[in-house]
């Protein structure tokens, strides 16, 4: 199956989660992904002003592994692969520090630190949904027993390396899994406490603040202990240095997650051998007005040398005629980019992707149905149409070779995709334009209001026998995107 996320990322670009999910009982599991961009016409974007090469500069896209899931208390008990792991690591590497051992035992703390991350999320994701106030406190409670039993575990765990044989720089490892784990663990508290501040149960509160601030403060004390960066109040710098250090510890312990792809350009034999043929049948139209001039009038005769010259014009005319033909061919069945998905040095699978402005009949009726416009628009788009972006994706995925390539239980792959709207924005007007009510003594009032412009975003995503739609409104103007939603297809 296939699930899709998506969010403004910043004031300028959009980021689509996308989840490939390969199901078991298939060993090759393909999916689809077609992405229809309707375009207001006034933004003057076209094949002309927006080429192939200034739509993959606006898309930057990053391939992981989906993180393996596991409960909360499920790790918190013990039992679960992740603490085993690491702790079987802790101890090989402590006993024999090979380079392989050494390698084995980093891995296990990068996946322990990202599964403790995507845990805590989707448990915390599921509090904020329970609907009674007495299950959120059980909830709750339960939740904050658990992480500190798992962060009490992990810290017990470094008493193994603590021994002649572990390096420091070895060492260091474990230390930045524990200081990832503590940063993420104040943040979402603080988010903890921010949710229930906006709530309007004073009572659960008032039960659940002071267990989240005993944790906290245990969280400082161990980041002070160990003298890791804080924040600062009133840091003359910001706060600049932890913010840093934040993102290179994310970087870090996600860095097995993210997967080696290769990428480039798909059916390049193809191409050569299309644009060979093209340049035989231009020589053979040549060769051939040369021969017939040939054997009419002599060699060194005028009009040979006339014919030469014409058949060498038109030669060169054909050969890009040619091309151009042999182009449109390439382009509906090979895709613009390869990129083969590696997990350490097996190759796993591939994902193609493909761009074209393309015009409203070549659009599938469904996609036009999902469009949905309203008659004002339906009518201007008579006069002024909207271009249309399609942006194909196939990616496919070995479910043997993926479970072979770790020892964890991978759902799949997750596609993290940011476009930029930078390029789209450059010929917008004003962001703000006056409008004018009378107020109350009837006199004019100039209000200013804000100018906004609107792409349709339309996915279409197949796997297997599913197929389905979805439908994004995205509202921005010259200062950057305002808002996203997602309408019923």
């Known amino acids: 199956m296939i699930a899709v996320e998506t969010k403004i990322h910043d004031k300028f670009s959009l980021e689509f989660k996308v989840a490939y999910k390969a199901r078991r009982k298939m060993q090759v599991n393909n999916f689809v992904l077609n ?16 080429s192939r090469d200034d739509f993959y500069k606006d898309i930057r896209t990053n391939i992981r592994l989906i993180t393996p899931v596991f409960l909360v208390r499920e790790i918190a008990c013990g039992e679960a692969i992740p603490l085993r792991n690491l702790e079987a690591a802790m101890q090989h590497l402590a006993i024999n520090p090979t380079r392989g051992n050494v390698a084995e035992y980093e891995y296990q703390i990068k996946m322990f630190s990202a599964i403790y991350k995507s845990a805590i999320r989707d448990q915390l994701a599921y509090i904020y949904k329970a609907a009674q106030a007495e299950e959120k406190e059980r909830l709750v409670t339960c939740f904050l027993k658990d992480i500190s039993e798992i962060l009490a575990k992990y810290r017990n765990l470094a008493k193994i ?3 002649p044989t572990v390096e420091v720089v070895v060492y260091n490892y474990y230390l930045f899994g524990d200081e990832f784990m503590t940063n993420l663990t ?12 906006h709530l309007n149960e004073s009572e659960l509160r008032a039960k659940i603040l002071p267990l989240v601030l005993v944790i906290l403060e245990k969280e400082q004390l161990h980041k002070v202990v160990n003298k890791y960066i804080t924040v600062q109040p009133e840091s003359p ?4 240095e932890i913010v840093f250090r934040l993102d290179a510890l994310k970087r ?14 798909d059916g390049r034999v193809a191409e050569q051998v299309y644009y060979s043929i093209a340049a035989g049948l231009s020589m053979v139209f040549a060769t051939a007005i040369a021969f017939s001039i040939q054997l009419k009038y002599g060699n060194f005769t005028m009009p040979l040398f006339v014919a030469l010259v014409v058949s060498y014009m038109l030669k060169d005319r054909i050969k890009e005629l040619m091309r151009y033909y042999f182009a449109q061919k390439i382009s509906a069945k090979y895709y613009d980019n390869k990129t083969t ?3 350490i040095e097996n190759e796993i699978g591939f994902s193609k992707e493909s761009f074209d402005f393309i015009e409203e009949v ?6 036009i149905r999902v469009r949905n416009r309203i008659p004002l628009i339906e009518a201007e788009n008579r006069y002024a149409k909207e271009k249309i972006i399609l942006f194909r994706k196939t990616v496919q995925i070995d479910r043997k070779l993926l479970d072979k390539s770790t020892n964890y239980n991978i759902d799949g792959v997750v596609e993290i995709v940011r476009f930029n709207l930078l390029s789209l924005m450059r010929n917008t007007d004003n962001p703000e334009v006056p409008l004018f009510v009378l107020d109350k003594d009837e006199k004019a009032q100039k209000i200013m209001a804000v100018k906004n412009y609107y792409l349709n975003i339309i996915i279409q995503f197949k796997h297997d026998d599913d197929e389905q739609y979805i439908r994004y409104r995205v509202g921005f103007n010259r200062v950057g995107i305002n808002s996203l939603s997602e309408l019923s297809s």
């Open 341 to 343: 998905i590696n997990v």
């Open 35 to 50: 992405t229809w961009i309707f375009i207001p016409n006034s933004l003057d974007i076209n094949s002309a002003t927006y």
């Open 237 to 240: 710098d910001c706060n600049k």
């Open 252 to 265: 870090y312990v996600e860095s097995d997650l993210f997967i080696n792809a290769k990428k480039k350009r």
């Open 186 to 197: 104040e943040k979402e508290l603080f988010n903890l406490i921010d949710k229930f501040n």
């Open 161 to 163: 390396i603590k021994a």
């Open 362 to 367: 070549n659009v599938p009726k469904d996609i």
